[in-house]
């Protein structure tokens, strides 16, 4: 029996009230549930308690009341405490499983959705101004090896027609896949040479395992990691094609296996200011690759199961701390080991895979408002030798200079004015018979971008060559006046 004075502080009598509701609400869900509860029933035991705690407040708000002079009153038994108390009306039962309210689900954009569309068209023309446009057999005409249109009877043609989807499959996965529909055939009709067939360039999947993406693993037909040139997309290059000296060491540029990229933060944030600058990137191949590739070249089946070894590394340095506000240069080079059987005349692949092997630097000042690029390569590889009339793994080395500028606004639109040097000695593995090059050319340049989409570009160039086949001696020199309209979609 527990007696309830009067004398006791009315916060006291509240507590035990509640402690007493408290239990019987207790014993109530203890005891075995008889129906399951509506939600008006759990609103209104929710309001019994609120209503509890709230007299409960208000109890202990109040000072305390002054002791009555009069004799204590008789004792209340602790039986009729429970009868003070509202009862409730019926039993309390509580449901066998939570009742869990959650917000519908945002759903995010499907994979498909993610998608984008791109691409870009490049029409050209080629004349030569001057010099050795035919020859006799067996000597050398001036041509190019980065513009088979180079001849003396082409007027215009489309060098690239490419379209480009790409996009994120997940946070963690995104594809690329580009064909070009200005490829050539050869061979279909008595010699002819046929143009505009769609052709395979890239065909890959990045899967980004850090969050940052930092880094990424790619899988498929994709560009090879060596040449600064080469990583660099045609649609931003300056110079109307790249470099002998560089781009025999991967023709084409792409090749089909895996590769790992790696860029830090840091270098990642010079690379987005330059790109928000609007200046020509080779694009993010990392600042670190490593690679594997079946190494015979874009398109073509390997044939001696050995896989090609690349390594690259490039680095970008702001010169803001130098009083050189905005400018950046960057350093790096790359590595490449490969064994490559080339195409033979009588048909076929060599049953000899040659050495190809090639090291190789870079350096590059972005144009604000002057640069300058450059790139050498040095190596061994596949070559055609007259006097024993076989290939042979033979030295080479090659590559060029080049200084450029940009003015971001004129009256004719932001243009960049450009000199450029190469040269090259040394095989063409991706030729019938890995004929010898023998290049030295001066070329000049300006780009013109009239309209956003549009980008303009006229050169001349001074070439002294020798031709891409191996049954041509001697070397052709002449002037060559080119054209180039691309527009960007």
Known sequence: MIALSPRRPAGLRFGLRFGLRVALLAAAMAAPAVAEPTVADLQRQIDELKAVIAELKAASAKPPAAPAPTAPAPAATAAAAPAAAPAPSRPI??????????????????????????????????????????????????????DGNITDANNFSFRRVRLILQGDLSDHFSLYLQPDFASAI????????????????????????????????????????????????SSARLALDRTDGINTSVPTERDLGVVAYYTPPRVQ????????????????????????????????????????????GTWPFALDGLGLDGQVFEIGGAVMRNRVQPEIRTGGVSPISYTDNRVGVHAMLYPQPIGFQAEWNWGTGPEWDPATRTIQAKPLTGGYVQAMGRV?????????????????????????????????????????????????????????????????????????????????Y
């Open 93 to 146: 039962t509580v449901a066998s499983a939570p009742i869990v309210l959650t917000p519908p689900s945002k759903r995010g954009k499907a994979w498909y959705e993610r998608l984008t569309l791109r691409g870009y068209t490049q029409l050209r023309v080629n004349e030569i101004v001057s010099g050795d446009a035919t020859a006799p057999a067996g000597v050398s005409r001036l041509r190019s090896i980065g």
């Open 186 to 233: 050869s061979n279909q009709a008595a010699n002819e040479r046929r143009e505009g067939f769609g052709q395979l360039r890239d065909a890959y999947v990045d899967w980004f395992p850090l969050q940052d993406r930092s880094l990424r693993l790619r899988f498929g037909q994709s560009k090879v990691p060596f040449g600064w040139e080469n990583l660099q997309s």
């Open 269 to 312: 944030a010079i690379w987005n200011r330059l790109s928000a600058d609007g200046q020509k990137l080779f694009g993010n191949y990392g600042a670190f690759g490593l690679a594997l590739y079946n190494g015979q070249g874009t398109n073509r089946v390997e044939t001696n199961n050995r896989l090609m070894f690349v390594a690259m």
């Open 408 to 488: 971001k606004e004129s009256p004719l639109g932001p243009f960049m004015p450009f000199a450029r040097w190469q040269y090259y000695r040394g095989g063409f593995k991706a030729g019938i018979n890995a004929p010898r090059l023998e290049t030295d050319e001066l070329e000049l340049g300006i780009e013109f971008q009239p309209a956003p989409p549009l980008e303009f570009t006229i050169s001349y160039g001074h070439a002294k060559r020798r031709e891409a086949d191996e049954r041509r001696s001697g070397r052709a020199e002449g002037d060559l006046v080119r054209a180039q309209l691309q527009w960007n």
